[in-house]
T-cell receptor
Framework: AQKITQTQPGMFVQEKEAVTLDCTYD???????LFWYKQPSSGEMIFLIY??????QNATEGRYSLNFQKARKSANLVISASQLGDSAMYFC??????????????FGKGTHLIIQP | GAGVSQSPRYKVAKRGQDVALRCDPI?????LFWYQQALGQGPEFLTY????????KSGLPSDRFFAERPEGSVSTLKIQRTQQEDSAVYLC?????????FGQGTRLTVV
């Protein structure tokens, strides 16, 4: 079973509209972290936002917010007032406790977001 | 520099050739990760270092893959006898706190 599922391979959104990118996750750990990264065509992974499993408030960072629904194991990214520069691949990722200090990220397959003028 | 630096940015290797990919993490970052990103996929974890200790190499796909970080700073990912299926972008990340900072990656093409 996939640990991170992103069901939208691609999305087209009109500039200035809000957009929601879906992410569901699967873990049996009580303590975990959820991340969203943006990957433009240049290839680097740009950190956007983080949500800890024990955080009671949804994370927000500027135009980005994370709609965290723990019972549903859902961590959707919301981008408000989209801009042309938001066009990129977006990856949801999770960090679980693996023991021994090893805590790499598990990524979803990504959503290709295209903002249209 | 301020960010994670990887070199080379692009590498073309003939099948069977050995390659070495370099990662310069952010100064002071204890944790370092390598990921492999195949075309159209999300990155997949390869290995993890805490300082010079390689604490997890469970993601390395075969014994042809080897990573080291001898002085706890710069890391090298080595792939011996490259195969076509090794073609991918190899991403390095260093971490402090919750956030991992990624380099721009090395795009390896095996021909």
């Amino acid at each position: 079973a996939q640990k991170i599922t992103q069901t939208q391979p691609g999305m087209f959104v009109q500039e200035k509209e809000a957009v929601t990118l879906d992410c569901t996750y699967d873990t049996s750990d009580q303590s975990y972290g959820l991340f969203w990264y943006k990957q433009p065509s240049s290839g680097e992974m740009i950190f956007l936002i983080y949500q800890g499993s024990y955080d009671e408030q949804n994370a927000t960072e500027g135009r980005y917010s994370l709609n965290f629904q723990k019972a549903r194991k859902s961590a959707n990214l919301v981008i408000s007032a989209s801009q042309l520069g938001d066009s990129a691949m977006y990856f949801c990722a999770m960090r679980e406790g693996r023991g021994g200090g090893a805590d790499g990220l598990t990524f979803g397959k990504g959503t290709h977001l295209i903002i249209q003028p | 520099g301020a960010g994670v630096s990887q070199s080379p940015r692009y590498k073309v290797a003939k099948r069977g050739q050995d390659v070495a990919l370099r990662c310069d993490p952010i100064s002071g970052h204890v944790s370092l990760f390598w990921y492999q990103q195949a075309l159209g996929q999300g990155p997949e974890f390869l290995t993890y270092f805490q300082n010079e200790a390689q604490l997890d190499k469970s993601g390395l796909p075969s014994d042809r893959f080897f990573a080291e970080r001898p002085e706890g700073s710069v890391s090298t990912l080595k792939i011996q006898r490259t195969q076509q299926e090794d073609s991918a972008v190899y991403l390095c990340a260093s971490r402090k706190g919750s956030e991992a900072f990624f380099g721009q990656g090395t795009r390896l093409t095996v021909v």
